[in-house]
């Protein structure tokens, strides 16, 4: 069964800096990886789309990176603003079990002006 | 991207009446639509993917009997919160994937649904 770790749970950050959010699987047998923002009590913004035969996605100040055989992604966020305070998710979609996508807990971003 | 839409977007029902949320995908067809709970400053929590002309396939632990889940059309698929408590109480989030040419690419999400049950 697919688990999937996300580190730090939350973070405060002043404006301006470059931050790196982790996640981690467990079940390396994924077709592909999103990252999600949530704002309170919305539903989700995807961010990036990796498929498992790629290394990295950019958009705009967004980088996220896959590295599939160690069950490992990771979400750069460039010059942080303000607007940027979210939630990031980070969700695999499994190969196993039916293409099911499983999400982590998220990381809690906010970044003071 | 492709949208899913969502409705409603909240509601409030008393103990013991039925919940009735849709989830439509606008501007793409979708045969497997996913429906999640989460609960506050947690994160989303599959409950069941829903076929579209078949019976929807539960995740251990959710009762099919109280969340049943209906997809009788491509672009639509319901979720009806049967017999509500207020542990019931939640946020619903229901989401479609895009294939292009036979390969599954993004889920989209739709805005959720914030239940509460009083």
């Known amino acids: 069964k697919q688990e999937v770790t996300q580190i730090p749970a939350a973070l405060s950050v002043p404006e301006g800096e470059n931050l790196v959010l982790n996640c981690s699987f467990t079940?390396?047998?994924?077709?592909?990886l999103q990252w999600f923002r949530q704002d309170p009590g919305k539903g989700l913004t995807s961010l990036l789309l990796i498929q498992s035969s790629q290394r990295e996605q950019t958009s705009g100040r967004l980088n996220a990176s896959l590295d599939k055989s160690s069950g490992r992604s990771t979400l750069y966020i460039a010059a942080s603003q303000p607007g940027d305070s979210a939630t990031y998710l980070c969700?695999?979609?499994?190969?196993?079990?039916?293409?099911?996508?499983?999400f982590g807990a998220g990381t809690r971003l906010f970044v003071k002006a | 991207g492709a949208v899913v839409s969502q409705h409603p977007s909240w509601v409030i029902c008393k103990s013991g009446t039925s919940v009735k949320i849709e989830c439509r995908s606008l501007?793409?067809?979708?045969?497997?639509m996913f429906w999640y709970r989460q609960f506050p400053k947690q994160s989303l929590m599959l409950m069941a993917t829903s076929n579209e002309g078949s019976k929807a396939t539960y995740e251990q632990g959710v009762e099919k009997d109280k969340f049943l889940i209906n997809h009788a059309s491509l672009t639509l698929s319901t979720l009806t919160v049967t017999s509500a408590h207020p542990e019931d109480s939640s946020f619903y989030i229901c989401s479609a994937r895009v294939y292009r040419q036979g390969v599954s690419t993004e889920a989209f999400f739709g805005q959720g649904t914030r239940l509460t049950v009083v």
């Open positions: 501007d793409f067809q979708a045969t497997t």
């Open positions: 079940d390396s047998a994924i077709y592909n």
């Open positions: 969700a695999p979609l499994g190969v196993t079990g039916g293409f099911k996508t499983i």
